[in-house]
């Protein structure tokens, strides 16, 4: 059975304010989510978690002439039933987000125990 995709308020609103520069983002986007779970040998795992199933994978910017190595970075987290969409940033950017912010954002929404 497939999982479910769902998305933190947190990441709404980033992927909002990026859409405003990337008139393809959400089409990019609903191809992501679509094909995300069969994509999963290209998932990484998040580096300072701990044990917290936290993945990032690449999705491809069709506004760039790059695909997916001038993309987006997008941070999930991933329980049994639901695949939930955690932050998402500009490769380009160069920097990652720090393991403890993403928690900090899963304990906020109630995923993940606080410690």
């Not at 405003?20 to 990019?28: G, I, P």
């Amino acid at each position: 059975m497939a999982r479910q995709v769902r998305a933190l308020a947190d990441f709404e609103r980033q992927l909002k304010k990026l859409s405003k520069n990337r008139y393809q983002l959400l089409s990019d986007y609903r191809d992501f989510v679509v094909n995300l779970e069969a994509s999963r040998q290209q998932w990484q795992r998040v580096a300072g978690v701990g044990d917290a199933p936290l993945w990032t994978a690449r999705m491809q910017d069709s506004s760039s002439s790059r695909g997916k190595s001038g993309g987006f970075r997008i941070y999930f987290f991933v329980t049994d039933a639901v695949i939930w969409l955690v932050h998402i940033q500009l490769r380009k950017d160069g920097k990652t987000v720090p393991g403890w912010a993403l928690l900090r954002a899963l304990k906020l929404a109630g995923l993940w125990p606080s410690k």
